[in-house]
Nanobody
Framework: QVQLVESGGGSVQAGGSLRLSCAVSRYSDTNYCMGWFRQAPGKEREGVATISIDRSTSYADSVKGRFTISQDNAKNTLYLQMNSLKPEDTAMYYC??????????????????????WGQGTQVTVSS
């Protein structure tokens, strides 16, 4: 089991930056594929970025070159650095975790249906 708490959302003008954080509370030694997802009003939840247990990363095409996912294991925190923000990035952003054994480390992808542990979300609003 894992508990996830997001923070860092807010309002910013287009072209600006934000850094989201996700505090991760683990209750076992299970390895997790971690990810960021977002959902805009009236739209389906979509993947943004994931980071696997070997630190390999995966990004949605819409955020490549602008967003960076990272994690600090010493602080049990997952981050999403968002630069060059656009109005279309406006959404509720969620942190998620998926248990994953080492042999499946390359299957950590931005597919929301793969993930079963979710935080409560943090709102990001980008104005033009």
């Amino acid at each position: 089991q894992v508990q996830l708490v997001e923070s860092g959302g807010g309002s910013v003008q287009a072209g600006g930056s934000l850094r989201l954080s996700c505090a991760v509370s683990r209750y076992s030694d299970t390895n997790y594929c971690m990810g960021w997802f977002r959902q805009a009003p009236g739209k389906e939840r979509e993947g943004v970025a994931t980071i696997s247990i070997d630190r390999s990363t995966s990004y949605a095409d819409s955020v490549k070159g602008r967003f960076t996912i990272s994690q600090d294991n010493a602080k049990n925190t997952l981050y999403l650095q968002m630069n060059s923000l656009k109005p279309e990035d406006t959404a509720m952003y969620y942190c998620a975790a998926r248990p994953i054994p080492w042999i499946l480390r390359r299957t950590c992808r931005v597919n929301p249906s793969d993930f079963g542990n979710w935080g409560q979300g943090t709102q990001v609003t980008v104005s033009s």
